[in-house]
């Protein structure tokens, strides 16, 4: 049995896959580095909670600002309100990324089978 040919339209596929591939390792990532800034704001909350300290040292960027515990408070709480909406949009692009690439599996699959290998280790 001969190997079935490359048409255009397949080598289009293929190279979709390989960059929602690209892209879907990269928004593994981004999920990652999020999930660990909303825990570290949730621990920044934690510690002004239980801290006695009038002023706190916030942190925009690589600058401090001395701000009262309450503006703290209300400074991480947005932080936490964005970050978890920023998470809710990567982790929806990154259920759309994996449908596109299983779509494109069973089409490369079905005309190729073993001859291609699309599986990510």
């Known amino acids: 049995m001969s190997e079935p040919q490359v048409t255009w339209e397949d080598q289009q596929n293929i190279n979709t896959f390989g960059r929602l591939n690209t892209r879907f390792q990269e928004l593994q990532q981004d999920i990652l580095a999020k999930k660990r800034e909303s825990e570290d704001l949730e621990e920044a909350g934690n510690e002004i909670m239980i801290g006695d300290e009038e002023t706190i040292m916030y942190a925009i960027g690589e600058v401090f600002l001395h701000l009262d515990q309450d503006e703290a408070e209300t400074k991480l709480a947005e932080g936490a309100e964005r970050?978890?909406?920023?998470?809710?949009?990567?982790?929806?692009?990154?259920?759309?990324?994996?449908?596109k690439m299983?779509?494109?599996?069973?089409?490369?699959?079905?005309?190729?089978?073993?001859?291609?290998?699309?599986?990510?280790?």
């Open 83 to 99: 970050s978890a909406k920023e998470l809710k949009a990567l982790e929806e692009e990154h259920e759309e990324v994996k449908k």
């Open 102 to 121: 299983s779509e494109l599996k069973q089409v490369l699959y079905g005309k190729f089978g073993t001859a291609i290998n699309l599986e990510t280790d």
